[in-house]
């Protein structure tokens, strides 16, 4: 790969100095970078992310198979192991905020290197923490700029997808990035498990590893091309948008901002150039107060969505950090029956969902607003979060190894069908001057109250408690908030493609009276569709 970027750098270099006889031919056709090219590159960096996010999901799967040697470790309570699960998640929420300003401000290559570095190093201090501080202040600071490190990768990949996948592969490739993150979550809790049936190491080697092998793709990311990462044409078409007075409606500003007035279109260089705000705390509040993100308040669609993953997030999380310790203390079974059970369990069931609820949405036609293909792909998570919490709710009342595991296949296997239609919907449900702003708000909202509370709030509650039981019935009930979420953005989906069908039906109108021959409705296509896929599942 590193010789493919080299040789194809080194012709594209060539090519675009001009020899003699050529100097009459335009210059347009020859700095053009061929499709091709761009394609197979894309393709290959779209694989790079999938491992980069396994890898760096890696120590998130480790913790859990390992909570009980951390604990005795570090002889710590129900509450701080709770911490311990949460502080990553509540890093990659200052991450978020970080993230969002990074890419807005800097191009996307420089800043991923730095957080892949900065991961690297911070696994590693994780992993020191027991020999270099046992008092635990450097294991829970470590865990900190894990969750920092890891914002960025969350932040950039989806939106990366959304802008340069295939046409009419974005589900598929939204699929295969999110099922990137279970693969390396279960590798991590599987690999972590068995080096500590089968060999002598410590358990602080479980994290070393995944350390040392991201340092190949940090230096594999140096050589990936910027045209690879940076849409040059939707930048330049932007700019000459905000320099034109005439196209000002047409500006990707914040709304409620007008070009015509003189504002800024950044609202952060505004928020800098005012003189109230000349405090830091001043300043975070004017960019938070004229940004983008009370305006994403008011797309229905977006706000249950992200309740929905939230939920989801939320359970989902508890269940991989507390099972394996709810199993052997609560239920009396055996770790390392528990780890291959479980690992086999959340390595399949996730997955096979998160790809399955992909195919099904492409199937039916995607999950853009035009056609009533949202609404279409909303009502297929409805079913699936109703099967879901289904499963859910008997799993913290039986004391069968068998029968929890069982019923975790089946929630986390319709719950994984979820989050590929959900998240393209996030992405792509709002304006696309707004979707690293819409990106950014979700991954706070899914790492604070999804990640961080989950295991904070069930290990508060099991420390008052006196047990585990109460905090894991806690996590599986959460799964009908996430039933609410998808009926709403069902609810919500349903209403914007009626009033986009309606807007359609008026164009096609006006287009008959003027000559132009009608096209076929494809709402009524995929009805159809819809229809045969129902009566498949």
């Known amino acids: 790969f590193f010789c493919k970027q080299f040789c194809s750098r080194t012709m594209e270099a060539t090519t675009l100095l001009p020899p003699a006889e050529s100097a009459n031919k335009k210059p347009k056709a020859v700095q053009t970078e061929p499709e091709t090219y761009l394609e197979t590159h894309r393709r290959i960096l779209f694989v790079f992310l999938v491992v980069l996010q396994m890898l760096m999901n890696f120590e998130a799967g480790a913790v859990p198979a390992l909570l009980l040697n951390i604990q005795d470790a570090f002889a710590l309570d129900f509450w701080q192991q709770g911490m311990l699960g949460g502080i990553v998640y509540l890093g990659m929420t200052v991450g978020s905020f970080i993230s969002g300003k990074a890419f807005t401000s800097f191009s996307p290559k420089p800043v991923m290197l730095i957080s892949i570095w900065l991961h690297i190093v911070t696994l590693l201090a994780f992993a020191l923490s027991y020999l270099m501080a046992p008092d635990a202040w450097l294991l829970y600071v470590s865990r900190f700029g894990i969750g920092i490190s890891q914002a960025f990768v969350t932040v950039y990949s989806p939106v990366w997808v959304d802008e340069f996948a295939p046409p009419g592969s974005q589900t ?144 989902v999380t508890g269940i991989q950090f507390w099972v394996t310790a709810y199993m052997v203390k609560e239920l009396g079974g055996d770790a390392d029956v528990i780890v291959l059970g479980f690992g086999l369990t959340s390595t399949t069931a996730p997955t096979l969902g998160v790809f399955f609820g992909g195919w099904v949405v492409d199937y039916l036609g995607g999950y853009t607003v035009e056609g009533g293909a949202m609404a279409t792909a909303c009502k297929f998570t409805v079913v699936c979060g109703f099967v879901s919490a289904l499963f859910a709710t008997p799993v913290g009342f039986i004391h069968s190894i068998g029968g929890v595991i069982a019923l975790l296949w089946g929630l986390l296997f319709f719950g994984g069908a979820i989050v590929a239609p959900t998240t393209g919907i996030i992405v792509s449900g709002v304006p696309k001057s707004m979707r690293k702003t819409a990106s950014a708000l979700s991954v706070f909202c899914f790492n604070f109250f999804g990640y961080f509370m989950s295991t904070f709030v069930s290990g508060i509650v099991m420390h008052l408690s006196g047990n585990m039981v109460m905090g894991f019935r806690l996590i599986m009930f959460t799964s009908y908030l996430g039933l609410i979420g998808v009926v709403g953005m069902w609810w919500s989906a349903k209403q914007a493609c009626q009033e986009s069908s309606s807007r359609s039906l008026v164009s096609d109108e006006v287009t008959s009276q003027r000559g132009a021959p009608q096209q076929p409705n494809p709402y009524q296509v995929l009805k159809k569709r819809a229809g045969s896929i129902v009566q498949i599942l």
């Open 172 to 315: 598929t490739w939204m699929s295969l990035l999110q099922g990137g993150v279970p693969i390396g979550i279960c590798f991590g809790y599987i690999m972590a498990g068995m080096l500590q049936k089968f060999t002598s190491w410590q358990w602080y080697f479980s994290f070393i590893l995944p350390a040392v092998a991201l340092v190949p793709v940090a230096i594999g990311g140096a050589f990936v091309s910027r045209s690879l990462v940076y849409n040059e044409t939707l930048h330049v078409r932007r700019r000459t948008k905000s320099n034109a007075s005439s196209e000002a409606v047409e500006t990707p500003t914040r709304p409620g901002s007008s070009s015509l007035s003189g504002g800024s279109a950044d609202p952060a260089a505004a928020a800098a150039a005012t003189p109230e705000a000349s405090g830091c705390f001043a300043r975070m509040w004017h960019y938070v107060a004229h940004n983008d993100v009370w305006f994403l308040f008011k797309c229905r669609t977006f706000v249950f969505a992200l309740f929905t993953l939230t939920s989801l997030y939320f359970v």
